[in-house]
């Protein structure tokens, strides 16, 4: 019975991922490039987990009881179709290994030690997140797992709503929790590997958290290796990024939603951009694609994707306009604090004004200074939680000053100087909101303690990353379009 | 040869120059470790570890009652109770660099068993202590370098007084000095920091220190420090024999030095793993809650459960225990909801008018984790000859299901 039960719970972890790596590579074309395939099964995984959530979404609104069979068929009939159509159609000469006879062995034997490390990290972090409890993670026990247990039972999604709702329901099929607001996604999550496994076992629901820690470092191995890095850099950043404290310590203490919303963020940003730098639309579709994953993960996902229209928009519209956009914007700030200082952001002497952000559906809140710099400084360049992810970040953007201000690179770069624009400015743009919700809002009060300030890093960590080493390991050509991979920006 | 034939004769032979790599990494962490001791040993120690004082209004009576007169903290036990403990302002710190207690406490008698005790974050179920004895009571001091026991990060402290109470005690400071540490000390006080493992806790999703807070050789520091001599080393080598500037080996000094604290947080997380298992390993589901921080709860729980209907049930959760509320943050009441599940549990109850709407055949749970240490402060009265519970203004007919030491259920009567 326990090996039933272990059974099906493997299954319920692999089969998401093999569906979403199969659907990828079913609408990829002919051809796999190098490092497709890692990137599929890290990429495969969220998008198969999206899908598996879908289900269960679609049969609780056709009042069907919750079960694992039948989406789990769904999802199995689908893989192999797709399986099929790639049989069909892949294109099955051999690529030649350029060069490959006369490569000295140590970035082999180097990127075989990163590798082996890595395994080690994954088996200790494994045991942990089967062996403990839900104890540690408070946001676990008290809001993301409450919720799948409830449907457990009921096999149905039963509605969580606010306190007076629940004081006043007299049927007892209306539950409550403080966080009863917050999106369904990570809770189904939790809910389809106990519906594998047809109880409730914490040890067995805390995988797919470690499963998404593992889709993390093949996706971005395989973006890596898309973009034309060797092997053996593809690993480094593979390793650079999963040996983070915290992205281990989400990965070990299962049950927060953000490990889920850093993966799903971090993929549709690597994505963007590589579409910047390429044009690859496929790329394009899955930026969106995991933009959307987003948003139903947590409140921030809703906020996260919005971060990447300014780099859209320096790579879409012609100079003039973006010059344009930018001015508008400064003269909008300005206003704001002009008239508003920094108080409450209800403008109390603009009442025009007021009213229109109460229209818009942007209640009041008060727009006050935190000065949080030693938090900042002790969470990013002192304490341990990111290695030294806070030093190579201010070195990455010195190198990037110095590359696009660079005469020889200016002449000689083209799209490839763009591209590192729009990058930058992606990244910028994630700083400036890291800043403006930690210096100018509520949310400052929580940075003292450290309460919220790494969790937003962590959702922030694998594009940050990313964009290092397109800075530090400058592809000759994308290895996912192939030669063909140098594309005229429009003006 | 001119200097520009032999820059193209180095050029050549580009790439990383592995003996001078290796010298500068080399030298780079010598002068990091020589570096950091000499600061240490000409007085950066004190600056790193000033004296701690705490007085009088900032400590904590835990147990006991404690009230401020003048500018002290007058302390007796509570009735029926032959002990006071209180302790120091909560604030962490490395044991090593701190060498004397000094105090100013009225009211200690050689006649009572004193003991200082403390928990060290490594191992913080296992609380340390060391007698007080009249010799030091008579000096008001007591040194602890020799102390078993006094390593490590020290997270809680305080004192533990037993016997007769001729009087209260009236605590007005007490002051824990640094002393000074040798280079051998300040090694091994690094080796401790490098290798302190701080186990998972609630806070471990939200950051890691990587050493204690305020450590000495911190690691990221250090490793901060170790690159960027190297790196200034290897520089100043390649402008010298007039080598071209190459990313690769700063790039490899980096990716050595984050290599080097991933080792450190391997070992940390091991090391974790080394305490899970005995504790957690290959038990039930049960069984794990069971072993948990709060398994006192989980048991008691398991008890409820007898008394709840298969189905799930309307339960209201209320904590009556207004200190532990301030000091948990309604942790307890949103554990028992968690553990209570699928049950259908109202853990949010705030005010006795949510009480109040509770209907028949609803339960309602009242957990009083003080264990009725501070009954006549609790908010919910049972009154078993009319088998009403009442909260301020309301009263509901309840039926008494099961009590425990740490709560009793109820389930509303019609």
């Given at each position: 019975m326990a090996m039933v039960t272990g059974g099906l719970a493997v299954l319920a972890l692999l089969l998401p991922g093999l569906c979403g790596a199969l659907w990828l590579r079913a609408g990829w074309g002919h051809r796999a490039p190098p490092g497709f395939w890692p990137m599929a099964l890290g990429y495969g995984y969220l998008i198969g987990m999206m899908a598996a959530t879908l289900l269960l979404r679609l049969m609780d609104a056709v009042t069907l009881s919750l079960n694992f069979a039948i989406p789990a068929l769904f999802l199995a009939g689908t893989a192999a179709g797709s399986a099929w159509w790639i049989w069909k159609t892949a294109?099955?000469?051999?690529?030649?290994?350029?060069?490959?006879?006369?490569?000295?062995?140590?970035?082999?034997?180097?990127?075989?030690?990163?590798?082996?490390?890595?395994?080690?990290?994954?088996?200790?972090?494994?045991?942990?997140?089967?062996?403990?409890?839900?104890?540690?993670?408070?946001?676990?026990?008290?809001?993301?797992?409450?919720?799948?247990?409830?449907?457990?039972?009921?096999?149905?999604?039963?509605a969580f709503q606010d306190a007076q709702a629940w004081l006043n329901d007299a049927s007892g099929r209306v539950y409550h929790i403080e966080a009863w607001q917050y999106p369904l996604t990570v809770s189904l999550i939790a809910l389809w590997s106990a519906l594998a496994a047809g109880q409730w076992q914490d040890s067995i629901v805390h995988l797919p958290w470690w499963a998404c820690g593992v889709?993390?470092?093949?996706?971005?191995?395989?973006?890596?290796?898309?973009?034309?890095?060797?092997?053996l850099q593809a690993m480094v950043f593979a390793w650079l990024l999963l040996s983070l404290p915290l992205v281990n310590v989400h990965m070990a203490l299962a049950g927060y939603a953000d490990l889920w919303l850093t993966a799903a963020f971090g993929f549709s940003a690597i994505a963007f951009m590589h579409w910047i730098r390429w044009r690859d639309r496929r790329q394009g579709i899955l930026a969106i694609l995991l933009a959307v994953f987003c948003a139903s993960i947590k409140q921030e996902g809703m906020v996260w994707p919005a971060l990447l229209i300014p780099a859209l928009l320096l790579v879409l519209l012609p100079k003039r306009y973006v010059l344009a956009l930018a001015g508008l914007a400064v003269l909008l700030f300005g206003l704001i604090l002009g008239l508003g200082g920094l108080g409450d952001f209800g403008f109390a002497d603009s009442a025009l004004i007021a009213s229109l952000l109460q229209r818009a559906g942007i209640r009041q809140f008060h727009l006050v200074y935190w000065n949080n710099w030693q938090p900042v400084i002790d969470s990013l360049l002192i304490l341990d939680n990111w290695h030294l992810l806070g030093y190579l970040m201010l070195m990455t953007l010195l190198a990037v000053v110095g590359l696009l201000f660079r005469q020889t690179w200016i002449r000689a770069a083209g799209q490839q100087r763009r591209a590192l624009g729009a990058t930058t400015l992606l990244i910028l743009t994630l700083g400036a909101a890291f800043f403006g919700l930690f210096f100018f809002t509520q949310a400052g009060k929580w940075a003292e303690d450290f309460t919220s300030i790494n969790r937003i890093i962590l959702h922030f960590t694998p594009v940050l990353l990313f964009w290092a080493l397109t800075v530090f390991a400058m592809p000759r050509a994308s290895a996912g379009l192939g030669a063909q991979s140098v594309v005229s920006v429009r003006r | 040869?001119?200097?520009?034939?032999?820059?193209?004769?180095?050029?050549?032979?580009?790439?990383?120059?592995?003996?001078?790599?290796?010298?500068?990494?080399?030298?780079?962490?010598?002068?990091?470790?020589?570096?950091?001791?000499?600061?240490?040993?000409?007085?950066?120690?004190?600056?790193?570890?000033?004296?701690?004082?705490?007085?009088?209004?900032?400590?904590?009576?835990?147990?006991?009652?404690?009230?401020?007169?003048?500018?002290?903290?007058?302390?007796?036990?509570?009735?029926?109770?032959?002990?006071?403990?209180?302790?120091?302002?909560?604030?962490?710190?490395?044991?090593?660099?701190?060498?004397?207690?000094?105090?100013?406490?009225?009211?200690?008698?050689?006649?009572?068993?004193?003991?200082?005790?403390?928990?060290?974050?490594?191992?913080?179920?296992?609380?340390?202590?060391?007698?007080?004895?009249?010799?030091?009571?008579?000096?008001?001091?007591?040194?602890?370098?020799?102390?078993?026991?006094?390593?490590?990060?020290?997270?809680?402290?305080?004192?533990?007084?037993?016997?007769?109470?001729?009087?209260?005690?009236?605590?007005?400071?007490?002051?824990?000095?640094?002393?000074?540490?040798?280079?051998?000390?300040?090694?091994?006080?690094?080796?401790?920091?490098?290798?302190?493992?701080?186990?998972?806790?609630?806070?471990?999703?939200?950051?890691?220190?990587?050493?204690?807070?305020?450590?000495?050789?911190?690691?990221?520091?250090?490793?901060?420090?170790?690159?960027?001599?190297?790196?200034?080393?290897?520089?100043?080598?390649?402008?010298?024999a007039e080598r071209r500037f190459r990313l690769a080996g700063f790039t490899l000094l980096f990716l050595m030095g984050w290599w080097l604290l991933d080792l450190r947080w391997q070992a940390d997380l091991i090391q974790r793993s080394?305490?899970?298992?005995?504790?957690?390993?290959?038990?039930?589901?049960?069984?794990?809650?069971?072993?948990?921080?709060?398994?006192e709860l989980f048991q008691f729980l398991l008890e409820v459960r007898r008394y709840l209907p298969v189905k799930p049930a309307r339960i209201f959760i209320i904590n009556d225990d207004a200190v532990n509320r301030a000091v948990a943050r309604n942790y307890l009441v949103a554990r028992a909801r968690y553990h209570l599940l699928p049950h259908n549990s109202f853990a949010d109850v705030l005010d006795s008018a949510q009480f109040g709407k509770a209907r028949a055949n609803d339960y309602i749970l009242v957990l009083r984790p003080d264990k009725g240490l501070r009954s006549q402060q609790a908010k919910l009265q049972f009154d078993p000859r009319q088998r009403l519970l009442q909260w301020e203004s309301n009263r509901l007919p309840v039926q008494l299901l099961y009590r425990g030491i740490i709560g009793a259920l109820f389930q509303v009567r019609e």
């Open positions: 294109d099955r000469t051999a690529t030649p290994n350029p060069g490959g006879e006369d490569q000295p062995s140590w970035p082999r034997w180097l990127w075989a030690g990163l590798l082996v490390w890595l395994a080690a990290r994954l088996a200790v972090l494994a045991l942990e997140t089967v062996w403990l409890p839900t104890v540690f993670p408070w946001d676990a026990w008290s809001t993301w797992l409450v919720r799948p247990r409830v449907w457990l039972e009921a096999r149905q999604l039963l889709a993390l470092g093949l996706g971005g191995y395989g973006q890596a290796r898309l973009w034309g890095v060797t092997p | 040869m001119s200097s520009a034939t032999r820059r193209v004769a180095a050029d050549a032979s580009a790439g990383l120059s592995p003996w001078p790599f290796t010298g500068a990494a080399l030298v780079g962490a010598v002068l990091t470790v020589l570096g950091f001791l000499l600061y240490y040993l000409q007085g950066g120690l004190s600056a790193a570890y000033p004296p701690l004082l705490w007085r009088g209004e900032q400590m904590v009576v835990t147990r006991g009652q404690g009230q401020p007169v003048a500018d002290m903290l007058e302390i007796r036990p509570a009735e029926a109770d032959d002990g006071v403990f209180f302790r120091f302002a909560k604030n962490a710190f490395m044991a090593r660099p701190y060498g004397e207690l000094i105090w100013q406490i009225e009211g200690l008698d050689p006649a009572q068993d004193i003991r200082l005790i403390w928990q060290m974050q490594s191992d913080p179920g296992n609380v340390r202590q060391a007698p007080v004895q009249r010799v030091h009571l008579s000096a008001a001091r007591f040194d602890l370098r020799d102390q078993p026991g006094w390593e490590g990060y020290i997270i809680n402290i305080g004192f533990m007084v037993r016997g007769a109470f001729a009087q209260p005690l009236r605590v007005r400071q007490v002051e824990l000095r640094p002393r000074a540490l040798s280079a051998g000390d300040l090694l091994e006080q690094a080796w401790e920091e490098w290798s302190t493992s701080e186990y998972w806790s609630p806070r471990s999703a939200h950051y890691i220190s990587g050493a204690p807070y305020k450590a000495l050789f911190h690691p990221i520091i250090m490793v901060v420090v170790w690159i960027s001599l190297s790196a200034l080393l290897y520089g100043g080598w390649l402008w010298l080394l305490k899970t298992y005995p504790q957690f390993a290959g038990k039930s589901e049960i069984d794990k809650q069971l072993v948990a921080d709060d398994g």
